[in-house]
């Protein structure tokens, strides 16, 4: 209801659990990434959208690197599944959504909240650059 301005758009019966899990590699090793919660909206058998729950009790600067790195796994999950376009149809593309839920109790978030604000980025390259915001649900 926080989302949606008071209207409750999603029934929880449509949420479907996901693995959290996700694996990169870097530095010629894999690497697994977990988030806290992952779950499918979907209407029946078709997805609506992807959301990723972050549990946080203390504010972290490096959060919204974290954000972009688990939707950027979402979204490539997404390129690997082929079975749409071996029976000809365009795949079925759907949007990722991360919330951070902060619980801190004994300061407010005073960390970045946007990737550009996490990075060094000179002026010259801000307008270019990708502009991922965390939503943070205080």
Known sequence: MLLFG?????D???LVAETPRSIYKADGKL???ERDVAKYWQNGTIRIALFGFENQTE???DLP????????AAYRAQLLTD????SGEEPNRYPVVTLALYFGYKKRWNKPTTLLERLKTP???SRLS????LTCLK
């Open 130 to 133: 990708t502009t991922t915001r």
């Open 6 to 10: 008071n209207k409750r758009l999603i």
């Open 31 to 33: 690497h697994e990434q």
């Open 83 to 86: 079975k749409e376009k071996k």
């Open 65 to 72: 690197l974290r954000l972009f790195s688990y939707d950027g």
């Open 12 to 14: 929880e019966n449509d």
């Open 59 to 61: 504010p972290d600067a």
């Open 123 to 125: 002026d010259a390259l």
